[in-house]
Structures are given as structure tokens and as C-alpha cells.
């Protein structure tokens, strides 16, 4: 299985095309946080964890689609464009952000785990694009992010990377192939 990662700062603001970086291994699944009727969830990490931005959470929101919120910043929605994420209040990590080529798999399903201390992992697994694949994000307390896919992901859709919001201005978008 082929895995990626994307490690960030916290003042990075970055669009990416998604996969290869360097090699990663998933971490652990956790418990079942979404079974595909749900849209938003919040997740208590445990620990105090620096967004984009430098805004200091302790919960986030696990969107469906494959990105993580402030909590009550953005509420799930049928789009993803770079004009939302920078638009949107409070920052996100778009793990891989997908709405328009995501389909509804009933085996798709989103886990969360966590130590409570240190690092807090979020995994959507069998998500439907052009195939079936996994991701997950792991947070680290350090502030350090995490994000693997497998060799199934797309490529050369939906929006992978940070961002602050509230308007910021990003940096041109970033090929990861």
C-alpha cells in the first residue's frame, strides 16, 4: 500500500493536488464516528492543538467530506472550492475535501482515536471517488499534522492542505505527484 505524508507549521496555508511525499504508516482506526448519515461530528482530541492560523482547539469537526473545523465554523455543505475554505471563519485542515466526485459508499464509514495526551487520529475509510479509498489525519500535540492515503486515492481531485480562513491569501496551489 502506497502512503503519503504532509507535515505543515502553523502559519502554512497550502492547496495541494494529492499524493507522494514520503512514506507513512497508517496509525490506529479507533472508534466508528460516522456511518454515513451523519454529516458533522466534533471530537474531543484530549489535548490543546494549534489550527492554521494559531488558534488553540481542544475539539474539532470531522466532516464527512474529508476536511477538519473550528467547531461551529462551517457546517458540512455540497461544495468545496478554494473560495469557501478561505472565506470560512475559522481554519481547516482539508485532508482530502470532496464533495462533487464523492458517492455515498455503504461500506464507508470514519473513525477517531486518541491518546488524550498527545496525538488524535481521524480516519474515513472506503470512501468512494473514482475508486474506493482511505485517508486519515493524525494531529500531534506538537502541532505537527499527519496525512496518509492510500494507493487508491485520487490523484487529481478535491483540496488537500491548510488553511487559515478568514480571508487569507494562499500561496500558489502545489502538485504533489
Known sequence: MQTSIITRSIAAAVLCAA?????HQFGPLGTE???G????????LGFNFTM???TVVTSLD???HGRLVEVGSDPSDSSESTTEMINNPGASINVLWDFQS???DPNATVF?????SSVATITWVNVNF???CTYQVQLFATGNIVMVYDSRCPADDGIIGLCPGNGAILPAQTNLD
Open 19 to 23: 499524493p507522494a511525499l514520503a512514506q
Open 33 to 35: 464516528i460516522m456511518d
Open 37 to 44: 448519515s451523519q454529516n458533522m461530528v466534533t471530537v474531543n
Open 52 to 54: 492554521p492560523g494559531g
Open 62 to 64: 470531522v466532516d464527512e
Open 102 to 104: 464523492y458517492t455515498v
Open 112 to 116: 477517531f482515536d486518541t491518546d488524550n
Open 130 to 132: 473514482t475508486a474506493v
